[in-house]
């Protein structure tokens, strides 16, 4: 093994939960080239990181550059490809890369196995992500080390952070948490005016400044929130890159907000997080990082994971109360912020 490709074209969060997989190769094998192919738009968690010698980045575009993509990947003869991503375009990838090495997951038994060398065996029970790609190098007798995501944020994030938190009027002297309203799919959001109802509460009483942060295509979502809150948070969606929000989130004192890749960057940067579940299980796709309260209903939701959920105002989102987001975020903030004199 001495050039081996990792292959992870999912999301954001899915990227860095596979980093873990990334340290325990360099770990054990500190001599190898390791390549890592994810989807253009996830490479920023990557950057700066130490295990990794080369990203390539997938463009979903023409058949000419889905060729010259194919190219490419013969010309670098890599000996050895994980293929994280558990999709069947990533299991043809692994197979046209000439690699003599190839492992890859089908644990639905389908016909892109054929692609691989070795198949991870089938786990019993639920398993967190990370647990599940450092399975992948069993067959490679690489053994797994820790199991933190890491993210590197270089003077220049940490620069362009405190030139925003500046712009916006954000003060030092006060502590400042960050709510994330958005999610790749709505029925994986808390809504919004419960996300300014807690912003005011959580600013009368422990008399903090808050930010509503999100994508750039989420800034009316943040705008919602903004101007249903009378604290009128500030919001600074589509104002960052993605290393600026880690180096903001870093520097919060709380970060509340849905299951999304936000939230996995909050927790690999140490911030103190209560992460808001409904149809996905966090014991699959919870956060790793420090200090976190976990809200979960636990419904069985293998019937709604889709746009046409049914349940309505019972639908897992909802049924997490303000009370409680407010009660979990005030446990992690009673070891850092008194509350106010004003406290109701």
């Given amino acids: 093994m001495q050039k081996i490709l990792i292959i992870k074209l999912r999301y954001i969060g899915d990227v860095l939960l596979a980093t873990p997989?990334?340290?325990?190769?360099?770990?054990?094998?500190?001599?190898v080239r390791v390549t890592m192919m994810v989807n253009r738009g996830t490479e920023g968690v990557l950057s700066g990181n130490p295990d990794i010698?080369?990203?390539?980045?997938?463009?979903?575009?023409?058949?000419?550059?889905?060729?010259?993509?194919?190219?490419e990947l013969r010309r670098r003869r890599f000996d050895t490809v994980i293929d994280l991503t558990d999709g069947d375009r990533s299991a043809f990838l692994s197979w046209i890369s000439g690699a003599s090495v190839r492992i890859g997951f089908n644990d639905e038994h389908r016909r892109r196995g054929i692609c691989y060398s070795a198949i991870v065996p089938p786990q019993p029970g639920l398993r967190h992500r990370i647990e599940r790609d450092l399975a992948?190098?069993?067959?490679?007798?690489?053994?797994a080390s820790e199991q933190q995501p890491k993210l590197w944020l270089t003077e220049e994030d940490e620069a362009g952070a405190d030139q925003l938190l500046n712009r916006l009027g954000i003060r030092r002297d006060r502590p400042f948490i960050i709510l994330q309203p958005g999610a790749r799919y709505w029925f994986k959001a808390w809504p919004a005016e419960r996300f300014a109802e807690l912003a005011d509460r959580l600013a009368?009483?422990?008399?903090?400044?808050?930010?509503?942060?999100?994508?750039?295509?989420?800034e009316a979502l943040a705008?919602?929130?903004?101007?249903?809150?009378?604290s009128r948070p500030v919001s600074i969606a589509g104002q960052t890159t993605l290393k600026q929000f880690a180096a903001i989130a870093k520097r919060a004192s709380l970060f509340v907000g849905?299951?999304?890749?936000?939230?996995?960057?909050?927790?690999?940067?140490?911030a103190p997080m209560v992460a808001l579940f409904g149809p996905s299980n966090p014991d699959e796709w919870g956060p790793r990082g420090g200090q976190v309260q976990?809200?979960?209903?636990?419904?069985?939701?293998?019937?709604?994971?889709?746009?046409?959920?049914?349940?309505?105002e019972l639908n897992c989102m909802k049924q997490l109360s303000v009370e409680a987001v407010y009660v979990a975020s005030a446990q992690l903030l009673a070891s850092g912020i008194a509350p106010s004199q004003n406290t109701r």
Avoid at 136 to 143: D, I, M, N, R, S
Avoid at 204 to 218: F, H, K, P, T
Wanted: one cysteine or more; hydrophobic letters at 40%; aromatic letters at 4%.
């Fill in 258 to 270: 849905n299951d999304s890749g936000a939230m996995h960057i909050a927790a690999a940067v140490g």
């Fill in 223 to 230: 705008q919602r929130v903004h101007e249903a809150a009378t």
């Fill in 136 to 143: 992948a190098l069993k067959p490679l007798g690489v053994p």
């Fill in 294 to 312: 976990v809200l979960y209903k636990g419904l069985d939701c293998r019937g709604c994971f889709h746009p046409t959920c049914e349940r309505g």
């Fill in 53 to 71: 010698d080369e990203i390539l980045v997938l463009d979903k575009g023409s058949l000419a550059a889905q060729w010259r993509l194919i190219v």
């Fill in 21 to 31: 997989t990334l340290r325990a190769i360099k770990a054990a094998r500190p001599d």
């Fill in 204 to 218: 009368s009483e422990y008399n903090c400044q808050v930010l509503i942060a999100g994508s750039r295509d989420e």
